[in-house]
């Protein structure tokens, strides 16, 4: 059985940081690009991160540049989301969630809402408030 399952969110106050983790199960990365979603509260969902292979680059959201980091462990199968200087904007549903590498290779699906990706997990909240 195919499945995504993140962790790590809570409550952090602004400027704060946290690391999300999500851990794949029933595929492997050799097969699938793994990254992050978002959705806050009355907005759409939108890409974070992407993390890159040998022919698929790693993908930053312009939110997300320069303030979060996209790490993975290949042996256990586990990809991280490191976020520092959290803002109360940052404040969302994460979602991890997986596409097919051949397709990555020929397009971003991070790029937008992600209604083409293959696997998707059960969100983490994360807030940021004082």
């Known amino acids: 059985r195919f499945s995504c399952r993140a962790s790590g969110g809570g409550l952090v106050q602004p400027g704060g940081s946290l690391r999300l983790s999500c851990t794949a199960s029933?595929?492997?990365?050799?097969?699938?690009?793994i990254g992050w979603f978002r959705q806050a509260p009355g907005k759409e969902r939108e890409g974070v991160a992407r993390m890159g292979t040998y022919d698929v680059n790693t993908y930053y959201s312009d939110s997300a540049k320069g303030r979060f980091i996209i790490s993975s462990d290949n042996g256990k199968n586990t990809v991280y989301l490191e976020m520092n200087n959290l803002k109360p904007e940052d404040t969302a549903v994460y979602y991890c969630a997986a596409s097919w590498i051949v397709k990555e290779r020929h397009s971003n699906g991070w790029r937008g809402k992600g209604l083409g990706l293959d696997y998707w997990g059960k969100g983490t909240l994360v807030t940021v408030s004082s």
């Open positions: 029933g595929f492997t990365f050799d097969d699938y690009v």
